[in-house]
């Protein structure tokens, strides 16, 4: 069973920086990702998406906010993917989701893997 692992995530005061991470794990020989994903909820928010990745390493930042401000990247053979989160905002308080898309290799079928969440706050 494929699963995505993140870490990375804590309390932080404005200004400060985290990097966030996320691992297929499980039978990860079974999955080729193609895309690579970061998604976070505020409270009382919807849940939107935040920046992208391609296997390519084409990336695309998904909301204004965080231009300039957040870097997200990739390792194809390590399955992982990161997002590294500076000059944080206490608006940028919100859960972070990780989410994978791509194919099982031994069947062709789509897979849409989505991480646990981890929290990231920004306080003083």
């Known amino acids: 069973q494929v699963q995505l692992v993140e870490s990375g995530g804590g309390l932080v005061q404005p200004g400060g920086s985290l990097r966030l991470s996320c691992a297929v794990s499980?039978?990860?020989?079974?999955?080729?990702?193609?895309?690579w994903y970061w998604y976070r909820q505020a409270p009382g928010k919807e849940r939107e998406l935040v920046a992208g990745?391609?296997?390519?390493?084409?990336?695309?930042n998904y909301t204004d906010s965080i231009k300039g401000r957040f870097i997200i990247s990739r390792d194809n053979a390590k399955k992982m993917q990161w997002l590294q989160m500076n000059s944080l905002k206490p608006e940028d308080t919100a859960v972070y989701y990780c989410?994978?898309?791509?194919?099982?290799?031994?069947?062709?079928?789509?897979?849409?893997?989505w991480g646990q969440g981890t929290q990231v706050t920004v306080s003083s």
């Open positions: 989410n994978a898309r791509g194919l099982v290799v031994s069947t062709g079928a789509s897979f849409d893997y």
């Open positions: 499980g039978s990860t020989s079974s999955t080729f990702v193609r895309n």
């Open positions: 990745i391609s296997r390519a390493g084409v990336t695309s």
